[in-house]
């Protein structure tokens, strides 16, 4: 493990990775918005995926540690077998931003401390 690899640093990349394989998910979702019978897919269950990402290697090996897209069932479905819902994708959209935003902020917290500790503890505002 390098010097400055935390657990926590684990943890945020991949959640990082998790985020950025949800946007593509969403991203696909919306593309195909106009395509007779495609079916929303989504990441089942998010929170569980998070979850999962933050545990570190230890509890869950790296190969186990592999988000996959499913189909969402339950959505309302157009007469042309179409069920991909723009103001529901545009929801989770924001909400995964929000959380890539979030973990990117943690990150960031994580070098200044690793910096701050490099440069002999100075001020850490």
Same mark, same amino acid.
């Given at each position: 493990?390098?010097?400055?690899?935390?657990?926590?640093?684990?943890?945020?990349?991949?959640?990082?990775?998790?985020?950025? &394989?949800?946007?593509?998910?969403?991203?696909?979702?919306?593309?195909?918005?106009?395509?007779?019978?495609?079916?929303?897919?989504?990441?089942?269950? &998010?929170?569980?995926?998070?979850?999962?990402?933050?545990?570190?290697?230890?509890?869950?090996?790296?190969?186990? &540690?592999?988000?996959?897209?499913?189909?969402?069932?339950?959505?309302?479905?157009?007469?042309?077998?179409?069920?991909?819902?723009?103001?529901?994708?545009?929801?989770?959209?924001?909400?995964?931003?929000?959380?890539?935003?979030?973990?990117?902020?943690?990150?960031?917290?994580?070098?200044?401390?690793?910096?701050?500790?490099?440069?002999?503890?100075?001020?850490?505002?």
């Amino acid at each position: 493990m390098p010097m400055i690899e935390t657990p926590l640093m684990r943890g945020l990349e991949r959640v990082l990775d998790l985020s950025a &394989f949800r946007h593509q998910v969403i991203a696909a979702n919306l593309a195909n918005i106009d395509t007779p019978g495609y079916r929303t897919r989504d990441l089942r269950p &998010f929170a569980g995926e998070i979850e999962q990402a933050m545990a570190g290697e230890e509890a869950f090996p790296e190969q186990s &540690f592999t988000p996959i897209a499913h189909e969402i069932r339950g959505l309302l479905e157009r007469p042309d077998g179409n069920n991909v819902s723009v103001e529901r994708e545009s929801l989770l959209l924001a909400q995964n931003q929000l959380r890539f935003q979030v973990a990117v902020a943690f990150l960031k917290s994580e070098f200044h401390q690793i910096s701050a500790a490099i440069s002999g503890g100075g001020s850490t505002s």
